[in-house]
Antibody, heavy 122, light 110 residues
Framework: EVQLVESGGGLVQPGRSLRLSCIAS????????MYWVRQVPGKGLEWVSG????????GHGDSVKGRFTTSRDNAKNSLHLEMSSLRPEDTAFYYC???????????????WGRGALVTVSS | QSALAQPRSVSGSPGQSVTISCSGT?????????VSWYQQHPGKVPKLIIY???ERPSGVPDRFSGSKSGNAASLTISGLQAEDEADYYC??????????FGGGTKVTVL
């Protein structure tokens, strides 16, 4: 079964850091670009970042650029999101999502993880 | 990042058709055929139902269809069913390698 499982969410104070991870199974992880998409509870979706199959191309949305870093470890089938200088407006469910291409083509996402809730509050 | 414009809600009776619009610009919807649609039931994860404007993944009923004209895309649900009650999000590639989602449309089956 194709599966993405996020971990690392939780409550964090403003200005602090947090690292999310996503473990993939059921498909050849290093054949596909991966992305992070977030959703404020009860609100819409927002693209956070994307990383190509070989980490050669990485992109971040304007609202997190310079604060978030995306990486992957193909040997461990894992995707990571390092979040720093966190703000209350970063509070959201963070979904790990799989693309159908090796490259960051932003076409569509066929598999979504269940999400990890990050709450930024003092 | 630009946000695509969707109506907040649409409704229809079982068996009817409803159409959800997704309005963008020439930098996103109008400039590329990379429009996708996601269905999200309450408390669930988004599910891909349309990609590349009008393609359906396997397993998605053919009552879901997508189209595009100019800078606007549309999702039509024909023969509305109770299980179609959900939130629907459009999504498009934006030039300079970013991605935009619509604000979401709640579909209510009367």
């Amino acid at each position: 079964e194709v599966q993405l499982v996020e971990s690392g969410g939780g409550l964090v104070q403003p200005g602090r850091s947090l690292r999310l991870s996503c473990i993939a199974s059921g498909f050849t992880f290093d054949d596909f670009a991966m992305y992070w998409v977030r959703q404020v509870p009860g609100k819409g979706l927002e693209w956070v970042s994307g990383i190509s199959w070989n980490s050669g191309t990485i992109g971040h949305g304007d609202s997190v650029k310079g604060r978030f870093t995306t990486s992957r470890d193909n040997a461990k089938n894992s995707l990571h999101l390092e979040m720093s200088s966190l703000r209350p407006e970063d509070t959201a469910f963070y979904y790990c999502v799989k693309s159908t291409s090796r490259w960051l083509d932003f076409r569509y996402f066929d598999i979504w993880g269940r999400g990890a809730l990050v709450t930024v509050s003092s | 990042q630009s946000a695509l414009a969707q109506p907040r809600s649409v409704s229809g009776s079982p068996g009817q058709s409803v159409t959800i619009s997704c309005s963008g610009t020439s930098r996103d919807v109008g400039g590329y055929n990379y429009v996708s649609w996601y269905q999200q039931h309450p408390g669930k994860v988004p599910k891909l139902i349309i990609y590349d404007v009008n393609e359906r993944p396997s397993g998605v009923p053919d009552r879901f269809s997508g189209s595009k004209s100019g800078n606007a895309a549309s999702l039509t649900i024909s023969g509305l069913q109770a299980e179609d009650e959900a939130d629907y999000y459009c999504c498009s590639y934006v030039d300079s390698d970013t991605l935009a989602f619509g604000g979401g449309t709640k579909v209510t089956v009367l």
